[in-house]
């Protein structure tokens, strides 16, 4: 025994890696044990857990482990404080990363993730965010961490200093060493890939199998796989790219005599539902985060009186599903009407931010005045520069709100307040004085941590800033800003439509939690159905060729959503949704769910919250699968644009 004592800095850094991770993982266990027990061998977390965790510490050993077998004492002995700061370091990131998990988990349902870093890049709002909802967890925190810190350097010497042993000892052992934290990083020697995140399903709860995992995994996983972000192929399957559009066009509602461009595969010519002789304008107020749930004219809270209102006169979409679950996800849909996929929405991706479709470019070449109203930082995930490059002429932002001398209701954590919003965006449109304009007003007040000015509404929950209140708030100023349109001379020449960008928490016991994905459209306008609905299932990404045909303009446009005027009598509804690495392909009722190298697996649909297994039918596998590596070689072929004048 004492021949491998020299291996004590190992031993203990693993032991105590091991410990911290199987801590939270009990942690988390006995915070959601009521609906992690639902699952049959819901225990396997446990055995799972270690596995993921062993792969983790094994990988962080394999330098020290050179280290201490290779380099003979005298060097050894030279580097000793670097290998207390390394185990340290390491120890304190492992720390850091199980602590932040439990308020992650209640955010998003899922272990830290893609999300956690792109949070990384804006530290003003997230700082903001954590220190007025989070301030009790960060305290907390902290202290755990200068604990951990403090014992770690009073008791890093015993623990992590290496200890004399012959050279030729530490040689011999050495291959047995590398052998050992070989087999622990891959986790199988049989295998011709290293056991990855898809190991870790085995039920279909996405929640419990990610807490088979460790979130310094997941995060670290989740950076190595950017390098395969455009690549759906990697993940789902293969599918010959003609094959693909093929089934694509067969979901779409253009006919094929309407595509115009065999090199852009999905541009094709859409008629209006009425032509125009003048286009009208059109906006689209998208909504943070108010999912279905909220809205009291969808079965939901009765947080809405002014959206409730104002289905009176217009057309309500009642089964409508968000293409996923950030704001540039939506975004991408009702802007661009570009297909969701694994990759990172194209808001933020390199190869689209010039040239790529957009509503905004459409208009802008047939003489419209363009605009994004936004209370908050355009910077924020990419949006001004993705707008900038692609036909938004005007960006209305923070800074402008700053520097124009007028007096504003509120400015929070996430900017000015969503009247302060519908103020300036009211005061553009009636500058255009007779221009057709389209514009993106875009809303704030409904994020975290929920702020917005008092005596607005009369409180829903006796605290005031919560979700709950946010949304009230978030709909006076939706009935603010029709109060004010309505007067203005612009409001009968205008499509107008309220939309949610996506739902607040998404989560669920499903590996998609179909029915947080359920979100409300409203469209108000001159010759829109008053008082009606629309209750077939559709897509977000079926808004925004829906509105083209509303305004009364004949284009030409890349977008494979579904104009709803012209979806034939007998057509079964369809929406797409990514959670995740996790791709749902719905029609009817009856749901494709695709996984990162896992086969595709099928459910029937009851209330959005019942998903039954039934047998996978292929046709419909290869129909989603289709519609994910379309997306894919749309971006990388940079096809998804108008033709070149």
């Known amino acids: 025994m004492k021949k491998i004592y020299f291996l004590k800095p190992l031993a203990n850094f693993i032991a105590i890696g091991l410990l911290i991770m199987s801590l939270s993982r009990l942690i988390l266990f006995f915070i959601y044990r009521e609906r992690i027990v639902e699952t049959e061998n819901f225990w396997y977390i446990f055995p799972i857990g270690i596995r993921f965790d062993l792969i983790i510490l094994c990988y962080l050993s394999f330098l020290p482990a050179f280290l201490i077998c290779v380099l003979p004492n005298k060097f050894l002995f030279n580097i000793k404080k670097f290998l207390h700061v390394y185990f340290l370091f390491f120890l304190f990131i492992i720390l850091l990363m199980e602590l932040a998990t439990p308020d992650f988990v209640r955010q998003y349902d899922t272990r830290p993730n893609r999300l956690f870093l792109d949070y990384l890049i ?7 965010t954590l220190l007025k909802s989070y301030l009790t967890s ?38 047995l060493v590398a052998f050992f934290l070989f087999f622990g990083a891959r986790s199988s020697l049989t295998s011709k890939r290293p056991i990855n995140s898809s190991n870790a399903v085995f039920s279909t709860d996405q929640l419990t199998n990610n807490l088979g995992l460790n979130s310094t995994y997941t995060v670290l996983y989740a950076a190595y796989s950017l390098k395969n972000e455009h690549s759906a192929s990697e993940m789902y399957g293969n599918m010959e790219e003609k094959e693909a559009f093929e089934r694509v066009k067969k979901y779409m509602t253009a006919s094929p005599e309407d595509f115009t461009d065999s090199n852009l595969p999905t541009l094709h010519t859409q008629n209006p539902d009425s032509l125009r002789e003048k286009p009208l304008n059109l906006v689209i107020f998208l909504q943070e985060s108010l999912g279905a749930e909220y809205v009291g004219s ?49 808001v933020k991706m390199s190869n689209s931010q010039t040239g790529f479709f957009t509503l ?18 355009a910077n924020f995930d990419n949006m001004g520069s993705f707008f900038n490059g692609n036909g938004f002429e005007n960006i209305i932002d923070e800074e402008e709100f700053d520097n124009d001398g007028k007096k504003y209701a509120f400015k929070g954590t996430w900017g000015y307040s969503d009247e302060d919003l519908v103020v300036k965006a009211n005061e553009y449109f009636k500058s255009q004085k ?22 607005r509404i009369k409180l829903h929950d006796k605290k005031k800033n919560t979700v709950n209140n946010a949304m009230k708030y978030a709909d006076f100023s939706i009935g603010k800003f029709f109060e004010m349109a309505k007067k203005e001379d612009y409001f009968k020449n205008t499509i107008f439509i309220v939309i949610a960008d996506h739902n607040t928490r998404t989560y669920g016991k499903h590996l998609v939690p179909i029915k947080k994905f359920r979100i409300p459209a409203l469209i108000i306008g001159p010759n829109v159905p008053k008082g009606e609905k629309y209750d077939k299932l559709s897509s977000q990404i079926d808004i925004p060729p829906t509105l ?23 057509t079964k509804g369809r929406s797409i949704m990514q959670f995740n690495e996790i791709n749902a392909f719905r029609v009817d009722n009856q749901v494709v769910i695709m996984q990162p190298k896992l ?17 996978l039918d292929e046709e419909l596998a290869k129909d989603a699968l289709a519609h994910v590596i379309a997306a894919g070689n749309l971006y990388k072929q940079s096809k998804y644009k108008l033709k070149t004048k």
């Open 122 to 128: 804006y530290p003003k709002e997230v700082m903001g």
């Open 138 to 175: 960060m305290i907390i925190t902290v202290i755990l961490l200068g604990a951990g810190l403090y014992f770690g350097y009073k008791k890093g010497k015993k623990l992590f200093y290496p200890t004399e042993e012959k050279y030729s000892t530490k040689l011999i052992l050495f291959p």
């Open 298 to 346: 969808l079965g939901g809270k009765p947080l809405t009186p002014n959206f409730d209102q104002l289905t009176n006169d217009g057309l309500l979409f009642t089964n409508l599903y968000s293409t996923g679950t950030r704001s540039v996800r939506g975004i991408e849909a009702v802007v661009t009407g570009f297909l969701p996929s694994p990759s990172e929405s194209v």
């Open 360 to 377: 905004a470019e459409l208009l802008k070449n047939q003489g419209y005045d363009t605009s994004f109203i936004y209370g908050g930082s």
């Open 434 to 455: 007779g221009k057709p304009f389209f514009s993106l007003m875009f809303s704030t007040s409904n994020h975290e941590p929920f702020e917005f000015p008092d005596g």
């Open 548 to 570: 083209l045909s509303m305004i009364g303009m004949k284009v030409e446009t890349p977008m494979p959503g579904r104009n709803i005027k012209d979806i034939k009598s007998g």
């Open 599 to 615: 086969k595709p697996l099928q459910f029937k649909i009851e209330n959005d919250s019942v998903l039954t297994p039934v047998k």
